[in-house]
């Protein structure tokens, strides 16, 4: 049996000697991933790095500790996990979102599917079939990319050529 990978919206960042130096550009989670203890989810300074033109970070993945080169891109995935990817190959898998901060979150509220069939709605949109709510726990939405299910909680995206991507929101305390 065949599977696609369904479309999902991951934020990343590109390491770089100027950004390695300086800090300042550094999202929110890849700060966070610093100030952990090393590990799973961290971020760290690599003991074992001897030359001084070596990119000197590694990242604690649940496959064990990866090194990060220069120009590598740190992705955080849709589960809040973060991993390395070479940049010619994140090239072939992502491209940047347009409209990301636009998504809306289905929080299973029949008030609440009103503003979701209108955000699914509204041009551009890439809708072939239809989209519906059978129990209000979840949104279907049939696309020429196939079926798409938002759960509550996550967040819908639409990019700038009406093309969806779910992701889950991050909870914070």
């Given at each position: 049996?065949k599977?696609?990978?369904k479309?999902?919206?991951i934020?990343?960042?590109?390491?770089?000697?100027?950004?390695?130096?300086?800090?300042?550009?550094?999202?929110?989670?890849?700060?966070q991933?610093w100030?952990k203890?090393?590990g799973?989810?961290a971020?760290?300074?690599?003991?074992?790095?001897?030359?001084?033109?070596?990119?000197?970070?590694?990242?604690?993945?649940l496959?064990?500790?990866?090194?990060?080169?220069?120009?590598?891109?740190?992705?955080?995935?849709?589960?809040?996990?973060?991993?390395?990817?070479k940049?010619?190959?994140f090239?072939?898998?992502?491209?940047?979102?347009?409209?990301?901060?636009?998504?809306?979150?289905?929080?299973?509220?029949?008030?609440?599917?009103?503003?979701?069939?209108?955000?699914?709605?509204?041009?551009?949109?890439?809708?072939v079939?239809h989209?519906c709510?059978v129990?209000y726990?979840?949104?279907?939405?049939?696309t020429?990319r196939?079926?798409?299910?938002?759960?509550?909680?996550?967040?819908l995206?639409?990019?700038s050529?009406g093309f969806?991507?779910?992701?889950?929101?991050e909870?914070?305390?």
């Amino acid at each position: 049996m065949k599977y696609r990978k369904k479309p999902v919206v991951i934020e990343a960042f590109q390491m770089t000697r100027e950004r390695r130096e300086d800090n300042s550009e550094w999202p929110d989670w890849l700060n966070q991933a610093w100030n952990k203890d090393a590990g799973e989810g961290a971020v760290w300074i690599n003991p074992d790095a001897i030359v001084a033109a070596d990119c000197d970070l590694v990242c604690g993945t649940l496959e064990g500790v990866h090194r990060i080169d220069w120009d590598d891109f740190i992705i955080q995935g849709v589960q809040g996990e973060i991993y390395p990817c070479k940049p010619d190959i994140f090239a072939e898998l992502y491209e940047p979102v347009a409209g990301f901060e636009d998504g809306i979150t289905w929080t299973g509220d029949k008030s609440n599917w009103n503003e979701v069939f209108k955000f699914i709605h509204a041009e551009p949109t890439d809708l072939v079939s239809h989209a519906c709510s059978v129990d209000y726990k979840t949104v279907i939405i049939i696309t020429s990319r196939g079926e798409l299910i938002v759960t509550i909680g996550e967040v819908l995206y639409k990019d700038s050529d009406g093309f969806f991507s779910v992701q889950t929101k991050e909870v914070t305390a």
